[in-house]
Each structure stands twice: as structure tokens, then as C-alpha cells.
């Protein structure tokens, strides 16, 4: 094709590069074949220094392996986004198929996310790029086209050296218009195990949502740190988006986050994310967010954890001055909080006196349904307050944003509910309410 011409490169160039296609020069093998690392001469691409290139060798006994291959030069060499992987070349010299990428040297995300190596931040800015790219595939500026990539998995997001984003492997993409609000395609189910639209298998239509599904599957990846199919398992929790939806449902989602990860993980990020990632596994596609939507909610969540990181030494410098030497460290769905020990006498607790509350029993409490803990904890102290027939104030968190600004403001953003004050001192929470329960001496001080 004449209009790709300027693109071609020489297959004897793409050998000496890649060292004869040699094993030291393997990077991995795909769907339609496998990738090698090529380090071409500066004056090849009329650069001042050489390129370094990833080289897809297309396996031409591969069903729809050429179709697959002039598909991805057509689309590379139109749309152009810094979250897309960017195209070098290609040859067809003789029986070969081969299309050079640019190179990204952290290789794709499906290397990084089931370890400890990538913190919750550049977990979100990963996906925040990706998301971008994405949506930039669905509804390109200026142009009457968008592309509905078919294979969205952490194994098509690239990462460069600088752990940019790049979306890649667009052999089963397909264009639809996008100067309509849905775009629907009839096709065969096309794309990876796990990943793929259950309603696009089922109904053989595929629109922008199945991309949305797939890029949601890839949210909980993140967040879980584990590949959306793990064959140790055989039972449902082989599959992570069933699974997923299962502790959802059940409110035991906390459970299957990675621990590492929900240690970092600030709340109202957490909460953000979530959403997010579930409403994406929408059986019913009209359920599913935009991916406009998508990059909005994920670069609020990444601003959440920007903001709880940049004050976190503050706030957990106040929060140790406020407990003193003898606190201990609670972890719950992924937030830390501290909290006193009880082994000290009722005029020994520290003196933090909430609003109006000097003369009160206050607590302050919240079920958020996303983690359990804090719904059994708040209704177990509740009880325990209401079988002592003590007269004391509900501050629920959920109702009204201001106690929540309260509760911060005397304890550090960190804290979850419930939480107990007694005529102006702080007293606990639910593990040190019970443990003075047991010990004999919650009475006392309720009635002091």
C-alpha cells in the first residue's frame, strides 16, 4: 500500500537489529506471535541516536494473522496519543509479517501488579493513563471513526520508562462510527479469557462497553493483585470478576484486596475506585460508565491519595502526639488508625472533648457497607451502650458530613467508627469499648 510506504523498513535492517531474531532479544509471545527487542541505527530512522524497538514477528498460521497485521498499520499510523503505544514501521518483505513499536521498557503491567512492586498511587496513574488512551480510542477528536479494541487485559497495557501507559495489540479492533451516541457491531466473540463482555459472548454485539467491562476487569486486577483467570483454584474463585461480585454482594470485598496495597490505600480513594471498577462489570451495558466518565472518577481517586500522602506525616505526627507512647496499631480494609491502651485508670484518659460534649456520652459511628467491620462494630456498641440503659448521642458519620469533619479534626483522618467519648475524654474504640467490658470497667465509667 502506497500510503504506508514511507513506513516499510527493510527486513535485512529488522534482522541485524534483533540478532537474527535471536533468544537474548525475546520479550514474549502473544496471540499472533512473538515480541523481540530490536536496537536500530540512528541514521535508519533519521534520528540523532539509535532506537530501541519492539518487534512483533507475526505467526502467519495464525487465524487472521494478516488481516490482524495491516489492521494495526491502518490504525497506528492514524490515531496518535501518548497513551497508545506508538508505530515504527512494518515489513512484508517476502512470507514475513512484522510491525515495529516503539519500546517500552517496563514491559506490560500483567508483570507488575501480582507483586508488591507498584504502590496504590502509581497503580492509579497507570490506570489513569490507560483509561485515557481508551478513551481517546472510543471518541477521537476530529474524527467520525472510534475504535473498539476488542482485547483490553494488563497484558495489552504497556508501560515506558518512565511507567507511562501505553495501549497496545490492536489486531482484533474494530472501527464503528462515532458520530452516534452507541455503536453496535455484530462479530464473533473475539479476545481473552476472563476479560471478554459476558453479554458480547452471549449476544454476539459488541459495543464500547465490552471495552469498558474489559478495562474494569483490569481495576480489580489492580486492586487485588491477581490475574483475572488463576487456575489454582477450582472452584469460583478461579474467576475474579465472579468473585468479585460475590464479596460485593456480601460485603466482604475487604477480603480479596490485596494487604500490602490496603495498607496505602486512603478511603475516600478506596470508596471512589470501587465504584468505579464495579459499576464497569455491569451485566447490563447501559449500567456501565463512559469512559469520560472513567478517566473523571479515576483521576479523583488518584487526587484523594495525592492529597491523604502529601499530609499523611502531618497527620500521623498528630495522631501519635494525641495517644502518646503507649498506642497500638489497628489495620482494618486497609486503613490504619490508632488507638490508646485501656489499662489505664478513667482520669488518665486523654481529655479530647467533641463539640457540646462536655457533660455527654457521645459516640460516633457509621457503617459503611463496603466494610463490614466497622457495621458489626458499630451495632455491638451500640448494644452494649443500650444494655447499660445509659442516656449517650449518636453522631453518625453518614448522615451528617460535619461529625465526620469533627471526629477528624480530634483524631486524624485515619480513624474509623465507632468511636466513644465520655464527658469530654476520649475513650476508645470498639476493641478497647469491649476489652473494658470485659475487664469489668465500662460501667464504671459510664456511670462516673
Known amino acids: 500500500m502506497e500510503e504506508f510506504e514511507h513506513l516499510r523498513v527493510p527486513l535485512h535492517f529488522i534482522k541485524l537489529a534483533t540478532n537474527n531474531f535471536g533468544a537474548s532479544n525475546f520479550i514474549a509471545e502473544g496471540g499472533f506471535g512473538k515480541v523481540y527487542k530490536g536496537e536500530f541505527k540512528a541514521e535508519f530512522f533519521q534520528s540523532g541516536d539509535p532506537i530501541v524497538g519492539a518487534v512483533k514477528l507475526l505467526d502467519r498460521s495464525k487465524d487472521q494473522a494478516d488481516v490482524s497485521f495491516w489492521r494495526e498499520i491502518m490504525l497506528l499510523s492514524s490515531y496518535n496519543h501518548k497513551n497508545l503505544i506508538s508505530l515504527l514501521g512494518y515489513c512484508d518483505e517476502s512470507d514475513q509479517r512484522i510491525i515495529v513499536y516503539e519500546y517500552a521498557s517496563n514491559k506490560s503491567l500483567d508483570f507488575h501488579i501480582f507483586g508488591p512492586n507498584l504502590t496504590w498511587i502509581q497503580r492509579l496513574k497507570i490506570c489513569v493513563g490507560a483509561a485515557c488512551g481508551l478513551q481517546f480510542l472510543h471518541d477521537p477528536r476530529g474524527s467520525q471513526q472510534r475504535v473498539l479494541h476488542r482485547d483490553i487485559k494488563s497484558a495489552n497495557i504497556l508501560l515506558d520508562e518512565n511507567w507511562n501507559a501505553k495501549i497496545a495489540d490492536f489486531g482484533l479492533s474494530k472501527y464503528g462510527p462515532a458520530n452516534q451516541q452507541h455503536t453496535f457491531l455484530f462479530s464473533d466473540a473475539k479476545g481473552t479469557l476472563g476479560y471478554c463482555d459476558p453479554m458480547y459472548i452471549e449476544t454476539m454485539l459488541l459495543t464500547k462497553e465490552s471495552d469498558v467491562y474489559s478495562f474494569g476487569v483490569v481495576l480489580f486486577e489492580v486492586l487485588c493483585s491477581r490475574p483475572c483467570v488463576d487456575y489454582s483454584f477450582s472452584d469460583l474463585r478461579r474467576s475474579l470478576p465472579l468473585l468479585v461480585k460475590k464479596c460485593y454482594q456480601e460485603l466482604t470485598l475487604h477480603t480479596i484486596i490485596d494487604a500490602n496495597l490496603s495498607q496505602q490505600i486512603e478511603q475516600n480513594s478506596l470508596d471512589t475506585f470501587v465504584e468505579l471498577a464495579y459499576q464497569c462489570l455491569e451485566k447490563d451495558r447501559t449500567k456501565r460508565p463512559s469512559m469520560d466518565l472513567v478517566v473523571s472518577k479515576l483521576q479523583t481517586a488518584l487526587k484523594y491519595q495525592e492529597e491523604f500522602e502529601g499530609k499523611q506525616p502531618e497527620t500521623r505526627t498528630s495522631v501519635s502526639q494525641k495517644n502518646g507512647d503507649d498506642s497500638d496499631k489497628e489495620q482494618v480494609a486497609g486503613l490504619s488508625f490508632k488507638f490508646k491502651k485501656t489499662n489505664k485508670p478513667s482520669w488518665e484518659y486523654e481529655k479530647i472533648c467533641p463539640p457540646g460534649g462536655r457533660d455527654l456520652i457521645i459516640l460516633y459511628t457509621g457503617c459503611y457497607t463496603h466494610i463490614p467491620k466497622t457495621f458489626y462494630d458499630c451495632s455491638s ?67 462516673a
Do not use: C, H
Not at 449517650?392 to 483524631?411: A, H, I, P, V
Open 381 to 447: 456498641i451500640e448494644s452494649l451502650l443500650d444494655l447499660y440503659r445509659v442516656s449517650y448521642e449518636k453522631r453518625d458519620l453518614l448522615w451528617n458530613t460535619s461529625f465526620k469533619g469533627e471526629l477528624e479534626e480530634m483524631l486524624g483522618k485515619d480513624v474509623l467508627p465507632p468511636r466513644l467519648f465520655i464527658k469530654g475524654k476520649y475513650i476508645g474504640g470498639a476493641e478497647e469499648i469491649e476489652l473494658l467490658d470485659e475487664q469489668g470497667k465500662l460501667q464504671l465509667l459510664l456511670l
